[in-house]
């Protein structure tokens, strides 16, 4: 087996896998919330005037806070919206798996043993001053 087919291996034992399951179902979740989709649909159309707004030549300082309020407000909602807040759950399950995969590889190919290369989650406490580097 080449290692093409081998990723495609791996694809498929992806979509096998309980994580990627709960993600796809948490998103048709999300497809299915009519309350969740009219508050996407609007905060697409509050973007797009936000734009609108910021492109005009004269714009409207006071319209686009206004816009940049409402937005920020939407946002809010949306984030907290049941359906949205377990895609999200879901979905960063799914990333983390997803992660751990790229990281073995990753490693692999800069010569790492495959039995022992595994992902390593780094974390950044915000002082750069006492920092080595971004890994």
Do not use: W
């Amino acid at each position: 087996m080449d290692m093409i087919e081998l990723a495609r291996e791996i694809g498929r034992e992806l979509q096998k896998d309980e994580r990627y399951l709960a993600m796809r179902k948490a998103s048709e979740a999300c497809d299915g919330d009519a309350v969740l989709q009219n508050m996407i649909g609007d905060f697409n159309l509050k973007r797009m005037a936000i734009n609108n707004e910021a492109n005009k030549d004269e714009r409207d300082e006071k319209k686009l806070e206004e816009l940049n309020n409402e937005i920020r407000l939407l946002y809010g909602q949306i984030m907290q919206n049941d359906s949205m807040q377990a895609y999200n759950a879901a979905k960063q399950d799914l990333d983390a798996v997803l992660n751990r995969i790229s990281a073995i590889i990753s490693q692999c190919a800069d010569g790492a043993d495959p039995d022992t290369a595994d992902y390593e989650e780094h974390s950044c406490g915000g002082n750069c001053g006492s920092c080595g580097g971004c890994h």
